[in-house]
């Protein structure tokens, strides 16, 4: 299961509130990936990061942020939370890291889920 | 925007039936990966496929990619209850440019 962890696993928060999701890894692997899965839309990548203090912005990242001080921790931030941020959140890393292509082994974007956190905004 | 489109968007059948469903884009995928998931759970990797033409076997599970790269399908054979989930494809089409389908939501049964 790629020692992936979330939590909490289910938030109920107010509007206006500041939330923070947290994904643990236990197998040091350079990327990782922060998803919301919503009905009508699926999985929507948020932010990822490709190292230590190295991310960069997904495709809805508006009113989202992150950090990564350490290799295992990958944490998303919500400033101040709005209802339209009601979702089911995912972390996920990536299977093979860039010493797989140096290693002419294939390149191939597989990814590994965490079992997610249920957040709710009032 | 790349969009992946999946087809149908729910299915139900019986225990022992055979289906299909689709991944379909006007884009090129350098490698596309499905995935299965489950109620209260993260997705979970089945297959990449990577050349045009491309079929992969995982028992029952028959995985192919289309020839120009831009459609794949999944076949069950003899579907079991066990089956019942989310089945989701992902298109890969440059670095970090990751598109999920909305998925395919199957129901089994017995």
């Known amino acids: 299961d790629a020692g992936i962890t979330q939590s909490p696993r289910h938030k109920v928060t107010e509007t206006g509130t500041p939330v923070t999701l947290r994904c643990h890894q236990t197998?040091?692997?350079?990327?990782m990936y922060w998803y919301r899965q919503d009905p009508g839309h699926g999985l929507r990548l948020i932010h990822y990061s490709y190292g230590v203090k190295d991310t960069d912005k997904g495709e809805v990242s508006d009113g989202y942020s992150v950090s990564r001080s350490k290799t295992e921790d990958f944490l998303l931030t919500l400033e101040s939370a709005t209802s339209s941020q009601t979702s089911v959140y995912f972390c996920?890393?990536?299977?093979?890291?860039?010493?797989?292509?140096?290693?002419?082994?294939?390149?191939?974007?597989?990814?590994?889920f965490g079992p997610g956190t249920r957040l709710t905004v009032l | 925007t790349q969009l992946l489109e999946q087809s149908p968007q729910f299915l139900s059948i019986q225990e022992g039936e055979n289906l299909t469903v689709y991944c379909n884009s006007s884009?090129?995928?350098?490698?596309l990966q499905w995935y299965r998931q489950e109620p209260g759970e993260g997705p979970v990797l089945l297959v990449t496929v990577v050349t045009g033409g491309e079929v992969k076997k995982l028992k029952r599970l028959t995985f192919q990619f289309g020839d120009a790269r831009k459609d794949s399908s999944l076949h069950i054979t003899a579907a079991q209850p066990g089956d019942t989930g989310l089945y989701l494809c992902?298109?890969?089409?440059?670095?970090?440019?990751?598109?999920f389908g909305i998925g395919t939501k199957l129901q089994v049964i017995p």
């Open positions: 197998e040091n692997h350079r990327y």
């Open positions: 884009s090129v995928f350098s490698s």
């Open positions: 992902a298109g890969e089409g440059g670095y970090q440019k990751v598109t």
């Open positions: 996920a890393i990536r299977s093979r890291d860039r010493g797989s292509e140096l290693e002419n082994r294939g390149y191939y974007n597989e990814q590994f």
